[in-house]
């Protein structure tokens, strides 16, 4: 029994494991969000559910949690390894290319809601460091449940989708100023005014956060490079959890916290040719750890504070939703979605965020939060994402009915034939710059076509001229139904978002295995992912453009126009033969 008594939370790393193994496979099989599955167990089997009839019923302490501290080390390492995840997310070149919708959209929706739920806040009596931190946490939204959400309806390569994953990526990047901000407020406490200590955290934090970048640039990419070059897997993935810890202990000797040392340990690693294999090491531990991490939130929600609050959380829980959900609304309608995804991603994005349990529970240990408040807050939050995938189903279909009733209509029988007669038309999906050249010479040539597009704006500025253009997914089988793609003589592809042309030619293709499928592409690599998905004929644009530059280049050089011609007729035989060779054709 000494032995056993030197394995400190056997029992309860004994009882976490089984309830890995058999909760996970059961939640992916009943396609219920791991997350939720984890809270609700939490809640269930913690201090405030089953453990407390223990008393009663001793057997129920074999198979239940009597203290949420018995976890807490390995739920810290939960969310180590969600912001080392997320940091690799995070690569300079990928915010990038997301520039206008992750610090337009995302910027304002966090702006917009930490403003009001901070002043609503402030005016509920507590402090003005308080109101901040509240504000700006309950601006945030879960990512787990919404990254989850969207990959389950194949929707993650939709503008909604694109777009809801733009704001979660400006949210993860606001939890470091924010992190960084608690720290220095905590630290400091009473010693000087609010804006001093911002000014201090926002100082130190940059301080630490370009040492760190420095130093990783500088040891940790020549340690992973020397290793690859060793192919030793197991040194790999030591090397892998150093970085991770050793970052995060870095942080935390700075003052500041080691979640954020994580989320820069990620950053520093997404920058280097190893991030693949780094996400799919880290992988199995994240997911053990971070489901640990949401156990560990359930046990601490008391849900019989509701019996206390039986008006005010649910109250709360509808403002927090609705607030929220009325801004992206807004926000979303001003980026050019429609008012139906508009009303959806406002619902989708309506509840609160994993982030809440780290930053409230930091507030609280700190002193920056009254411990009535903060619990309060962690139940609102945590009721709040258990309705999550209800409330985002209610979104979705409330955002059909909306957009059936205000997206200009399906062209009939006269529109499609007016150019050609009905049946044996070209569908276009996606009516940008490129769509719109294809549509002028279709019509030019007398072939009729019908357009798909999602942008309610350019929709009912193209049907005034008279463009034959309808509002929709190109994926979906119900529309391609509707325009009568059993007639079509062929798709024609011209989106610009990879996720979303592969998302349209899968589904074309399960619908019409068939149909000969046109897709516009970026680059050689975006035509690699088309052709695998299943299009027929993929025509890479910089491919073209470069071909086109370099018989310009021949010509001028006195190589014979037919000469010129031959040559780049091989060249680009050679790349689609490559192309094809690599792909499905």
């Known amino acids: 029994m000494d032995a056993h008594g030197n394995f400190p939370f056997l029992k309860e ?22 997350v939720l599955g984890f809270l609700s167990v939490g809640v269930l089997l913690g201090p405030y559910g089953l453990a407390s009839l223990a008393g009663t019923w001793p057997v129920l302490s074999l198979f239940t949690f009597a203290r949420p501290q018995d976890v807490e080390f390995l739920a810290e390492l939960g969310v180590i390894f969600l912001m080392f995840m997320i940091g690799l997310e995070m690569s300079v070149e990928r915010l990038w290319s997301m520039r206008r919708l992750v610090f337009g959209l995302g910027g304002l929706q966090v702006a917009l809601s930490a403003a009001a739920l901070g002043g609503l806040a402030l005016w509920f009596g507590n402090s003005i460091e ?14 787990a449940i919404v990254m989850q959400l969207l990959i389950q309806r194949r929707e993650l390569g939709t503008p909604l989708g694109q777009s809801a994953f733009a704001i979660l990526l400006f949210q993860d990047l606001a939890v470091v100023p924010l992190l960084v901000l608690i720290s220095i407020l905590g630290a400091s406490s009473g010693e000087g005014s609010f804006a001093s200590l911002l000014g201090t955290a926002v100082l130190k934090g940059v301080l630490t956060v370009v040492l760190i970048y420095l130093i990783g640039r500088r040891v940790v990419r020549p340690l992973f490079h020397q290793i690859a070059v060793d192919k030793q897997p197991d040194t790999f993935t030591a090397l892998t959890l150093l970085t991770t810890l050793g970052v995060a202990a870095l942080t935390w000797y700075a003052g500041l916290s080691m979640a954020l040392g994580a989320l820069l340990a990620g950053l520093i690693i997404a920058e280097t040719e190893f991030r693949h294999e780094v996400e799919i090491t880290i992988e199995p531990f994240k997911g053990l750890l971070m489901g640990l991490f949401f156990m560990s939130v359930g046990m601490g929600i008391d849900l019989r504070a509701l019996l206390a609050e039986p008006l005010w959380i649910p109250l709360s829980v509808v403002g927090l939703l609705a607030m929220k959900a009325l801004i992206v609304f807004v926000l979303l309608r001003v980026f050019g979605l429609s008012w139906g ?35 309060f807050m962690l139940i609102v939050v945590g009721v709040s994402m258990l309705a999550a995938p209800v409330v985002a ?7 059909d009915n909306i957009d059936r009733r205000t997206a200009p209509p399906a062209p009939d029988d006269t529109e499609l034939g007016a150019m050609g007669g ?20 279709l019509g030019e040539q007398g072939v009729a076509f019908v357009a798909i597009e999602n942008d309610a704006q350019l929709i009912a500025h193209q049907r005034k001229a008279g463009v034959p253009l309808v509002f929709g997914d190109a994926s979906r089988p119900e529309l391609l ?28 293709r399960r619908l019409m295995p068939m149909m000969r499928i046109i897709a516009r592409a970026r680059d050689e690599k975006h035509a690699l992912l ?8 993929v025509v890479p644009e910089t491919l073209e453009s470069s071909l086109k530059l370099t018989g310009w280049v021949l010509e001028t050089l006195g190589v014979p126009p037919d000469a010129a011609t031959r040559l780049l007729e091989q060249e680009r035989e050679r790349r689609i033969v490559a192309l094809r060779g690599s792909g499905t054709t």
Do not use: C, W
Request: proline share 2%.
């Open 13 to 34: 790393t004994i009882l976490f494991l089984a309830l890995s193994g058999v909760l996970m496979p059961l939640l992916s099989r009943l396609r219920i969000n791991p």
């Open 130 to 143: 308080a109101a901040v931190i509240l504000g700006v946490v309950l601006a945030f939204s879960s990512t």
């Open 341 to 375: 995804r508009s009303a959806e991603g406002g619902l989708l994005l309506g509840q609160g965020g994993e982030f809440a349990f780290i930053v409230i529970g930091m507030a609280l240990a700190l002193g920056l939060l009254e411990r009535q408040v903060g619990q």
């Open 393 to 399: 189903r209610l979104g979705q279909s409330l955002g």
């Open 422 to 441: 009905p049946g044996g038309h070209v569908i276009i999906a996606g009516y940008g710059r490129v769509g719109q050249m294809v549509g002028q010479m």
């Open 481 to 508: 139904r509707k325009l009568r793609i059993d007639q079509a003589r062929a798709v024609v592809l011209t989106m610009d978002h990879t996720a979303a042309a592969i998302h349209a030619v899968q589904g074309i």
């Open 530 to 537: 088309l052709r695998e998905a299943g299009a027929s004929v």
